[in-house]
């Protein structure tokens, strides 16, 4: 079936380094890749998506690739900080109402 | 500031029970959702709902079912509690459009015993 895989599982990063996340998906008809923040004990959030018509797409700090060909797709966290430690999830959909979920990377900003 | 509220933060539910898991959306969502969190398997889904009174399996309906008679309320229902349905339940709800944000709920960590 349609799955998304999300490398790394954990990822611990200094203070001020950049931090990669990337993400597999199988279902090649996925047109949209949105990627949830879940900080500790509180709700997943939205802080960035993609869709297949654009290759790169960047807010500030964040930016997320998409490789349609590879089926890849990746975030990018630069200049990291303590407050961006939390879990990360990337999903993909295929413009349905059915989301698939990475396992999430649980990311350590070490001040 | 939009708003999906779950009923109960934490559950300690016993063995065969009748396990009902409440959500409540005040954006006028069309869609809502039911995932269920589990350690290194993220975010599954169990069922969603695209209008009133419809339903629609996930990935893992299996021992679940799931109610929507207004828009802005979706139940869960773990007809018999087991063991295996311990986890953190997470509600959500997004528009109508596809490809559109989804808004959570802050979680219900059930714990059947």
């Known amino acids: 079936g349609e799955n998304v895989e999300q490398h790394p599982s954990t990822l611990s990063v200094q203070e001020g380094d950049s931090a990669v996340i990337k993400c597999t998906y199988s279902d090649s008809a996925s047109n949209y890749f949105p990627w949830y923040k879940q900080e500790l004990g509180k709700r997943p959030q939205l802080i960035i998506d993609i869709r297949s018509n654009v290759g790169e797409k960047k807010d500030q700090r964040i930016a997320v690739t998409l490789n349609k060909t590879a089926k890849h797709f990746s975030l990018h966290i630069t200049e990291t900080q303590p407050e961006d430690s939390a879990v990360y999830f990337c999903?993909?959909?295929?413009?349905?109402?059915?989301?698939?979920f990475g396992a999430g990377t649980r990311l350590f900003v070490k001040a | 500031d939009v708003k999906v509220t779950q009923s109960s933060r934490y559950l300690v539910k016993r063995t065969g029970e009748k396990v009902f898991l409440e959500c409540v959306q005040d954006m006028d969502h069309e869609n809502m959702f039911w995932y269920r969190q589990d350690p290194g398997l993220g975010l599954r889904l169990i069922y969603f709902?695209?209008?009133?009174?419809?339903?629609e399996k996930g990935d893992i309906p299996e021992g679940y079912s799931v109610s929507r008679e207004k828009k802005e309320r979706f139940s869960l229902i773990l007809e018999s509690a087991s063991t295996n349905q311990t986890s953190m339940y997470l509600c959500?709800?997004?528009?109508?459009?596809?490809?559109?944000?989804?808004?959570f709920g802050q979680g219900t960590r059930l714990t059947v015993v």
């Open positions: 959500a709800s997004s528009r109508g459009q596809a490809r559109s944000e989804a808004f």
């Open positions: 999903a993909a959909s295929t413009g349905g109402f059915k989301t698939i």
């Open positions: 709902s695209y209008d009133v009174k419809m339903k």
